[in-house]
């Protein structure tokens, strides 16, 4: 498996304070009946391979890991998972490249993320070093089901979880780390821009909170208040705000980028700091800072817009682009923001230009992550 350019050279060195389980001690059990590979691209995260990796911990040690056939979970009633939600997980790809050899992007950036949730949800510490290992030893084995077509890749979901059968709020004493894969296509279709609902009543994270980790908890709270915003008013997902001057934090599931020009007359792209802990430090997130800086084309910076900044830069016709980002997408263009600015009053709309020289700063991002992932340029 090729790595990325913007992959981290020096290699980890392993501890064993991490966690004991090892690549040397991966065990391999083949499924004796794999399923056919399906021809066309399924719905995003429909289908699963054939083999998972599966490592346990229990009394307070890694167990010998092992990638098996893809099977249902045998859980506990008690499980702490289905009780106080000690869960994580991650989301990274595999791509196969034109010259058909795959790559993965940016693999480490994911595990020290996911370790960095472990933590916080009081689940037991691993080595980022050698579950990447074993992650690419998985890939290896699913090959075959690494899809060719544009836009398309074998999405890789680890994730992390209490299970031992006890109602104590407290650590848990059992987990299972799983990995599963899934081959998918472009999470969107072309590039339709998408509505966002903005309502300062509706926060995600809060300073303190858990914003910052990928954890389970942070999902499921969203979901039912993007139901009522795609109802009432036809968008695809919210515009999460906070405080009294009304940050402008994360798009639905992605981070975000605001494209202008300032009070200042200067280009600008602006996406939230990671510092305050209400954002989720993205992989996709870090690699568009990284290449707007190389370019050097325009200013580049780390801070909160406010909604009063974007109603006001909009009117004036100075907002070029807004866009999400994320593995799932890359990016996500935004056409339109629905603002709930009083809870007594008509939303505002506020429109968002197409790009007027056919060329976005958001398409050429994603050409030249893509052309990494997928042609290995700049490795």
């Known amino acids: 498996l090729a790595l990325s350019m913007l992959r981290v050279q020096l290699r980890r060195a392993s501890d064993v304070s991490q966690g004991k389980f090892h690549l040397k001690d991966l065990k391999f059990v083949r499924t004796p009946a794999p399923k056919p590979i399906p021809v066309e691209t399924p719905a995003f995260g429909s289908v699963v391979t054939d083999h998972m990796l599966e490592i346990d911990y229990k009394n307070g ?11 249902p979970i045998p859980m506990h009633p008690l499980a702490k998972v289905l009780h106080y939600c000690p869960t994580i997980f991650e989301g990274l790809k595999a791509f196969r490249g034109v010259d058909k050899e795959i790559r993965m992007f940016r693999t480490e950036a994911n595990m020290a993320r996911m370790r960095t949730s472990a933590r916080r949800a009081a689940l037991p510490d691993f080595c980022p070093l050698q579950l990447e290992h074993m992650i690419e030893d998985l890939v290896r084995k ?84 993007t139901d ?84 006001e830069a909009a009117a004036e016709g100075r907002v070029l682009e807004f866009f999400g980002a994320g593995t799932a997408a890359v990016v996500s263009p935004v056409s339109q923001i629905v603002y709930q600015e009083k809870s007594d009053k008509s939303p505002v709309v506020i429109d968002i230009p197409e790009s007027k020289d056919g060329k976005p700063l958001y398409r050429r991002v994603h050409e030249t992550i893509t052309g990494i992932q997928v042609y290995g340029r700049g490795k």
């Not at 040690?61 to 099977?71: D, L, Y």
């Not at 802990?277 to 580049?300: N, Q, Y």
């Open 61 to 71: 040690e890694w167990q010998t890991p092992v990638i098996r056939p893809v099977e």
């Open 142 to 225: 699913e090959q075959e089901w690494v899809p060719s077509g544009e836009g398309t890749s074998l999405y890789i979901r680890p994730f992390l979880f209490g299970t031992d059968a006890s109602l104590g709020v407290a650590r848990p004493t059992e987990a299972k780390l799983i990995v599963i894969c899934t081959p998918v296509g472009p999470y969107a279709s072309g590039w339709k821009p998408i509505k966002l609902f903005a309502n300062p009543e509706l926060i995600r994270a809060a300073p303190g909170g858990v914003g910052a980790f990928k954890m389970g908890c942070n999902y499921a709270p969203t979901i039912a208040v």
């Open 228 to 311: 009522d915003a795609t109802a009432a008013h036809g968008c695809a997902q919210c515009l999460w705000l906070w405080g009294e001057k009304q940050w402008i934090t994360e798009a639905g599931t992605s981070n975000l980028f605001l494209y202008w020009k300032n009070t200042d007359d200067e280009l600008e792209l602006i996406t939230p700091p990671t510092s305050g802990g209400l954002i989720l430090p993205g992989v996709t997130r870090d690699s568009i800072l990284t290449l707007a800086k190389e370019w050097g084309e325009f200013k580049v910076t780390e801070r909160y817009p406010t909604m009063k900044e974007v109603k």
